[in-house]
T-cell receptor, first 114, second 116 residues
Framework: ETGVTQTPRHLVMGMTNKKSLKCEQH?????MYWYKQSAKKPLELMFV???????ENNSVPSRFSPECPNSSHLFLHLHTLQPEDSALYLC?????????????FGPGTRLTVL | AQSVTQLDSQVPVFEEAPVELRCNYS??????LFWYVQYPNQGLQLLLK??????LVKGINGFEAEFNKSQTSFHLRKPSVHISDTAEYFC??????????????FGRGTQLTVWP
């Protein structure tokens, strides 16, 4: 595998479920990101990690819990979500944070909350 | 703070016609500018970016964009589109320094549809 991969590609869950989204980058990058893409809205940056340390958390509800066990893997743990959380969740990586390095995006996980 | 306005949510064009996708930004400081493309069921892919130097930037797939500081614009152009260019296009800005450097602020996107 090359680039940034995300699993699962599609996820349907009830409001009481607990699920996790997984992202893996094969680019040797040190920075990883979670974005939320809702219809007709700009991409929203949710979390930023640099070398497994969270460096940005943009007022995201606590029902979203990120985890970065190493610089190649990033998880987003989900629990007690709301229907308005339905969206495409995109993972990205770049060489470093805080510069003009290109961000490389995965294909996303399409999440539907019933 | 930075913000991006993409003036057209949808742009339909016929194959081999020229196209321009408009992007304006607002910022109190200098910025870096980016265009990303998202094909159906895929993530975003960088088309081109302006960091410094020549205001005309050439990207992949025959696209180019021109940075106009006085009009705070970064419009994307292609002289002749193909059906395979059908996708959503996102303009983004990043601040020049400090906490905004490397942090991308995206527009809402423009859906380009190319008809045969």
């Amino acid at each position: 595998e090359t680039g940034v991969t995300q699993t699962p590609r599609h996820l349907v869950m009830g409001m009481t479920n607990k699920k996790s989204l997984k992202c893996e980058q094969h680019l040797g990058h040190n920075a990883m990101y979670w974005y939320k893409q809702s219809a007709k809205k700009p991409l929203e940056l949710m979390f930023v990690y640099s070398l497994e340390e969270r460096v940005e958390n943009n007022s995201v509800p606590s029902r979203f819990s990120p985890e970065c066990p190493n610089s190649s893997h990033l998880f987003l743990h989900l629990h007690t979500l709301q229907p308005e959380d339905s969206a495409l969740y995109l993972c990205a990586s770049s060489q470093e944070v805080g510069n003009t390095d290109t961000q490389y995006f995965g294909p996303g996980t399409r999440l539907t909350v019933l | 703070a930075q913000s991006v306005t993409q003036l057209d949510s949808q742009v339909p064009v016929f194959e081999e016609a020229p196209v321009e996708l408009r992007c304006n930004y607002s910022s109190s400081v200098s910025v870096y500018l980016f265009w990303y493309v998202q094909y159906p069921n895929q993530g975003l892919q960088l088309l081109l970016k302006y960091l410094s130097g020549s205001t005309l930037v050439k990207g992949i797939n025959g696209f180019e964009a021109e940075f106009n500081k006085s009009q705070t614009s970064f419009h994307l152009r292609k002289p002749s589109v193909h059906i395979s260019d059908t996708a959503e296009y996102f303009c983004a800005v990043s601040g020049y320094r400090g906490s905004t450097l490397g942090r991308l602020y995206f527009g809402r996107g423009t859906q380009l549809t190319v008809w045969p």
